[in-house]
C-alpha cells in the first residue's frame, strides 16, 4: 500500500530518539521525547489551500523537524507514519 499525500500534506516517518545524550547520559526508554526528527517520505502536490497559492517546500528525502503535536499518526503494513501540512514543519536539516 501507498500513502500519496493531497494538497499541502507530508508524509513523514519519524526517526528514531537518540538513547544517549550528547554528554553520554543514557535515556530510559519511559523518559525519552517524542522524536521531532523525521524523514519526508511523499510531498503532496500543493494548490490553492484556503484561498492562498500553496508551493511545497519540501521534496522526498528531505530530513525534517517538525511541531510536536501536530500531524495525524497513521499504522500501515506495520509501519508508523506521520501526516502533517507543510506549515507545521519547521526546518529543514542539511548536512
Known amino acids: 500500500m501507498k500513502l500519496v499525500p493531497l494538497s499541502d500534506r507530508v508524509v513523514l516517518k519519524q526517526l528514531e530518539a537518540e538513547t544517549v ?13 517524542k522524536p521531532q526528527q523525521a524523514e519526508v517520505l511523499a510531498v503532496g502536490p500543493g494548490g490553492v489551500v484556503d484561498g492562498k497559492e ?9 530530513k525534517v523537524i517538525y511541531s510536536k503535536y501536530s500531524g495525524t499518526e497513521v499504522k500501515m503494513d506495520d509501519q508508523k507514519y506521520i501526516i502533517v501540512k507543510q506549515n507545521d514543519i519547521l526546518a529543514i536539516i542539511e548536512d
Open 21 to 33: 545524550t550528547a554528554s553520554g547520559i543514557v535515556l530510559p526508554g519511559q523518559d525519552k521525547e
Open 54 to 62: 500553496v508551493v511545497m517546500q519540501v521534496k522526498v528525502g528531505d
